[in-house]
């Protein structure tokens, strides 16, 4: 399957990072948002992360330019009917995926792909939506996109197999080491990462240790490059309870319940690092 051009929805913090990189890759992107604004200012942040690395010598002024020139902005989905593999990274909702994946479904020409970057959504759910369920696929990105280098490739039930390999093998082209999962709530990084960190939210509720202890027991015993409580402020903790409902909802099994003190602070509105104050004050 030749692919060449993508077709992205949703120009937010993810949209824009995967127009990025498939850019740099050498593939045609449209960058689609419900808001011109939006689309303007991610091509401007795609803009200066590019001369960023020009200024540090990681790329040439012309290929900087030229990836540049691969992306087009626009607000309106029917201009995604000329691409080849599409991607949706809107809002994370399920209503507005919903309408928006059978959107996508009516303009994508025939044989295009229809890759969801959802975090939480169930992939075989999204594709039920679709008049070609086989069709779509997971591609789950990590953020900040430019530098993380895994993407999960995820198998809903429905998923063919010459969708998941052309999207794997996407994945390749892009700069990027994938794993392949079968859908499952949390697929499978989210799902190891989001609970250790609420465990150690509630080794800090029941005041086994101090916030600093916590993370300097992780990085030093268990050689990870973060604390956990560190990682909980940098992703926001309304999204780390996000993920545990989702989990606890999902598997309906306790072992995912979130810990009281997470629900605390974000009711506080101590959500991290955007707020200023979550485990640690910034
Ligand atoms: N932020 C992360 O760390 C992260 C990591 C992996 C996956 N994701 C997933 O990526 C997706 C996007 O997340 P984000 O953090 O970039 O969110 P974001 O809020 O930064 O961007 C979402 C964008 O979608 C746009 N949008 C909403 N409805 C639309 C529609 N009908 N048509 C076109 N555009 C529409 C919004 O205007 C917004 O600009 C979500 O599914 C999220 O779960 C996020």
New binding site residues.
């Given amino acids: 399957m030749s692919i060449q051009s993508i077709g992205i929805?949703?120009?937010?913090?993810?949209?824009g990072g995967i127009a990025q990189v498939c850019a740099a890759a050498g593939l045609d992107v449209i960058l689609?948002?419900?808001?011109q604004d939006?689309v303007d200012r991610a091509i401007k942040t795609i803009s200066g992360n590019l001369e960023r690395q020009v200024t540090k010598e990681k790329l040439t002024a012309d290929l900087a330019a030229a990836s540049l020139a691969r992306i087009k902005g626009s607000t309106h989905l029917a201009d995604l009917s000329i691409c080849d593999f599409l991607i949706e990274?809107?809002?994370?909702n399920l209503d507005?995926k919903q309408k928006?994946l059978k959107q996508l479904d009516a303009v994508a020409k025939p044989g295009s792909i229809i890759a969801t970057?959802?975090?939480?959504v169930s992939i075989t759910k999204l594709a039920a939506c679709l008049s070609q369920p086989e069709r779509l696929v997971g591609m789950?990105?990590?953020?900040p996109v430019p530098v993380m280098a895994l993407v999960e490739v995820i198998r809903g039930i429905q998923t063919s197999n010459l969708v998941f390999d052309a999207t794997l093998a996407l994945a390749e082209r892009i700069g990027k080491t994938s794993i392949s999962a079968k859908n499952s709530p949390g697929f499978v990084v989210n799902r190891i990462l989001v609970p250790m960190i609420n465990e150690a939210i509630f080794v800090l509720q029941e005041g086994l240790a101090s916030a600093e202890e916590i993370d300097a027991g992780m990085k030093l015993g268990a050689n990870h490059p973060i604390g956990p409580l560190a990682l909980a402020d940098l992703i926001g903790l309304e999204t780390l309870l996000a993920v545990m409902e989702v989990l606890h909802r999902d598997f309906n099994d306790p072992k995912y319940r979130p810990a009281l003190l997470l629900r605390e602070m974000v009711d506080a509105g101590y959500l991290g690092r955007k707020t200023k104050q979550g485990f640690y004050t910034y």
């Fill in positions: 929805v949703g120009a937010g913090l993810m949209g689609c948002d419900i808001h939006v990274a809107a809002t994370e507005i928006l970057n959802t975090s939480s789950h990105f990590f953020n």
